[in-house]
């Protein structure tokens, strides 16, 4: 069990993505200032700022549904890496319900509800991040360990299988220990 933890904290350490790293296909709507902030882990500074925008955003209401989705989005990756993982989750749940196109809305999502151990909840939102890009080795890598969690092995091990087809070699270290 030790050299699993070891192994997941390895992975989730490589595979999460660049701070302040853009989502592409999302309209360009990042907030500079609050990128940088994010980028130097200001946490609470960023969430307040995002606070701000959607005050303003919902009195005057957002011109596209999908510019207030990208800021639920992006306060609730605040909230994640200030390990409020449930708040993230409620404001990743707005995110989707506004733009349903995003899949880092729901690898995030997937992510929080990982980590309160929702795997049913983990899963689906896994599989949504997997049907609208099936080539990010991340969300495979987190559907494998939400798999191996519940006990299903096999689909664990295939889903290991294919992010190290997409790149995460270091999957191959996990793979070679439980699924040989």
């Known amino acids: 069990m030790i050299r699993y933890v070891s192994a997941l904290l390895l992975i989730l350490l490589i595979i999460a993505p660049a701070s302040g790293q853009k989502d592409i296909g999302l309209k360009e709507f990042y907030y500079p200032p609050a990128s940088k902030l994010f980028d130097a882990r200001h946490y609470f500074q960023t969430l307040q700022y995002y606070n701000d925008e959607l005050a303003v955003m919902t009195l005057k209401t957002a011109k596209d549904s999908a510019d207030m989705a990208n800021v639920y989005y992006l306060r609730g990756r ?14 990743l749940t707005l995110a989707i319900e506004l733009f349903s196109r995003q899949e880092s809305f ?19 939102d896994y599989d949504s991040a997997i049907k609208l890009n ?3 080795m991340a969300y495979y890598v987190n559907r494998g360990f939400v798999k191996y969690l519940t006990g299903d ?4 091990c295939y889903d290991f299988s294919k992010a190290g087809e997409n ?4 999957i191959y270290e996990v793979i070679k220990d439980y699924c040989n």
């Open 167 to 170: 790149g995460s070699f270091e």
């Open 78 to 91: 605040c909230k994640f890496e200030l390990t409020d993982k449930r708040g993230a989750s409620e404001d």
């Open 106 to 124: 729901y690898y995030y999502r997937g992510l929080s509800n990982h980590w309160l151990k929702r795997y049913n909840e983990a899963m689906a």
């Open 153 to 156: 092995l096999d689909a664990a």
């Open 134 to 136: 099936p080539t990010k």
